[in-house]
């Protein structure tokens, strides 16, 4: 498992391409997602091009941020334009997003790489990933067991390998138990220092 500022200086020193490694995560995706369920979809065409031109600026010796060119997934209540945000509700199976959330805005301006949305209790109403419209998230540290949730899927994702890093939202522990049963670190901001705008909220005051 890589964390940012590792994966950062590997492109820094150039020791390995933005392509190189989203196409590594992209790959462990698909050979071992179909056991785990971690991801509701794919954005393999858009997260490689986007890879292209930071490893292009990287090439010309131009700075970059910290977290540009890395691997991100995002749960599927947070919106990202022209993609789908389920909330894992067959209510919500074909709505295409029609704007970016403020969260995503933000990481695009940072020139992060969106690999897909991950799985969650529907409406993030649940603490176990298991209440999903699209079938229940396993924990990678032991199929059997459930991964926590509602933000199962960004905190299996992370676990298994197959992003560096993933945004979830924490009404009631959402973030923080899953990352306790999947063994990653979650962190959950203090409520209004990050925008909820594009979030598909469970509850507004919280």
């Known amino acids: 498992m890589l964390t940012i500022k590792q994966a950062h200086e590997?492109?820094?020193?150039?020791?390995?391409s933005s392509v190189e490694l989203t196409q590594a995560f992209l790959n462990n995706i698909k050979n071992k997602d179909k056991d785990i369920c971690a991801f509701l979809s794919l954005t393999e065409e858009a997260a490689l091009e986007a890879a292209k031109k930071v490893?292009?600026?990287?090439?010309?010796?131009?700075?970059?941020?910290?977290?540009?060119?890395?691997?991100?997934?995002?749960?599927?209540?947070?919106?990202?334009?022209?993609?789908?945000?389920?909330?894992?509700?067959?209510?919500?199976?074909?709505?295409?997003?029609?704007?970016?959330?403020?969260?995503?805005?933000?990481?695009?301006?940072?020139?992060?790489?969106?690999?897909?949305?991950?799985?969650?209790?529907?409406f993030a109403m649940g603490s176990s990933t298991e209440n999903s419209g699209f079938g229940p998230t396993k924990n990678p540290v032991n199929l059997e067991r459930v991964p926590g949730g509602s933000s199962g899927g960004s905190a299996a994702a992370v676990k298994a390998g197959f992003c560096v890093y993933a945004l979830g939202s924490d009404t009631g522990g959402s973030i923080r138990q899953p990352a306790s049963f999947c063994g990653v670190v979650g962190f959950k901001p203090t409520y209004g220092a990050v925008s909820r705008h594009g979030l598909i909220a469970m509850a507004s005051s919280l």
Do not use: C, H
């Open 10 to 16: 590997l492109l820094l020193k150039r020791e390995v």
């Open 55 to 122: 490893d292009e600026r990287i090439s010309r010796g131009e700075p970059v941020e910290m977290l540009a060119g890395i691997p991100a997934a995002v749960k599927d209540n947070i919106l990202v334009r022209g993609g789908k945000t389920t909330a894992a509700s067959k209510i919500l199976e074909n709505y295409i997003a029609p704007y970016d959330a403020t969260v995503i805005k933000k990481l695009k301006e940072e020139e992060v790489i969106f690999i897909g949305k991950t799985n969650l209790d529907e």
